[in-house]
């Protein structure tokens, strides 16, 4: 059996709520030419210009609001993931960032010194759906970490694994408690993406976005179509739980900019929900298995507030997968298929 480590990478976090930190990180976030797709230099102007100076200090003190004597929750609780994984697979497991520390190229040396005949490094990015700003930057940014440090082992990577039996029981089963209150519906609300995003990952050209059913045609396209995925996701765990459709639906969270993101939007449902008789919901966020700003503050904070003064009764936040001991197994199982 040939010599194994994991590495586990995660989004990101500043490394303090303080605004020095926070602009550092939105500027590598932003600057990411697949998270804002726009030619240079006039992405440069945008992010450091305008979106950074007048964004950074409310951004701080959104991060301030989730901050634990722990730091930064998603950091936290990838760290807490690693050694639980660790104690699974009775492999090493190490964890990097796409934005912020540890960086990959760093974590790349360090495996490299502290297993020098290692052969494999298997990784396994922490987003269950493929998208360009999410999955596709992480990969290849340890990719390009991995050739520049001249790395003597193989790098094996996890795929999106939205439709995985043990993802989607995991998820189910996180469910399952919140079931027993009283409640109108779930939401499935997932981070969200322009739709220029999901056109410039359809591999056929002509498939997505082109009619209203395209995501339940049978294409190729799905394969790196992060809305089919959601929706096929969405599909999965309320079937598992039985769940009749009229008491779910998915939504897309997080819009940036004044173009055209995934519909429908979460805030907005969070606005109109009351008046539809929707007046005690559940909510969880699939697209993240660590819970971090865009759950903790975005949803938990922000959306709970914006549906109780637009009528709402009770909104209870559903947790990520976090460190539950299914998850923690799911992860190994994953990792062994490749």
């Known amino acids: 059996m040939k010599k194994r480590a994991i590495l586990l990478a995660n989004l990101g976090s500043p490394d303090s ?6 602009k550092t990180y939105l500027k590598e976030f932003l600057m990411d030419e697949k998270v804002i797709d726009i030619p240079f230099l006039a992405r440069y102007l945008l992010v450091n210009g305008i979106i950074v100076p007048f964004r950074a200090a409310k951004s701080a003190e959104r991060y301030r609001s989730i901050w634990t004597e722990n730091g930064s929750p998603l950091i936290h609780i990838t760290r807490q993931t690693k050694e639980l994984l660790e104690e699974e697979s009775g492999l090493p497991v190490y964890m990097c960032m796409r934005y912020g520390h540890p960086a990959p190229k760093d974590v790349l040396k360090e495996i490299a010194a502290q297993h020098p005949g290692l052969e494999e490094l298997v990784l396994l990015p922490l987003y269950p759906h493929y998208a360009m700003s999410s999955f596709e930057t992480a990969v290849e940014h340890v990719k390009k970490a991995h050739k520049a440090n001249g790395s ?26 919140y079931l027993q209150q009283s409640y109108d519906h779930i939401l499935f609300s997932y981070h969200g993406i322009p739709e220029r995003h999901i056109l410039k990952s359809d591999i ?4 997505c976005l082109k009619n209203e059913n395209c995501c339940s045609v049978s294409s190729e396209a799905h394969q790196y179509c992060y809305r089919h995925q959601v929706i096929e996701t969405t599909k999965l765990v309320a079937a598992k739980l039985q769940l009749p459709e009229t008491r779910f639906s998915f939504s897309f969270q997080s819009r940036l900019g004044k173009d055209k993101w995934l519909q429908p939007d979460t805030a907005d449902l969070f606005k109109n929900f009351p008046g539809k008789g929707i007046r005690k919901l559940l909510v969880l966020c699939p697209a993240f298995v660590s819970d971090c700003l865009e759950t ?23 947790p990520c997968l976090n460190t539950q001991p299914e998850w923690i197994n799911t992860m190994n199982t994953l990792v062994n298929s490749i």
Request: hydrophobic share 35%; glycine share 8%.
């Open 152 to 177: 003597q082992f193989e790098l094996k990577i996890v795929p999106p694994f939205y439709d995985y039996q043990g993802y989607i029981n995991a998820v189910a089963n996180s469910i399952k408690p």
């Open 204 to 207: 056929t050209g002509n498939h």
């Open 17 to 22: 709520y303080q605004v020095k930190d926070v």
């Open 296 to 318: 903790l503050e975005e949803i938990e904070e922000e959306g709970k507030a914006l549906f109780l003064q637009s009528g709402g009764e009770s909104f209870t936040m559903i």
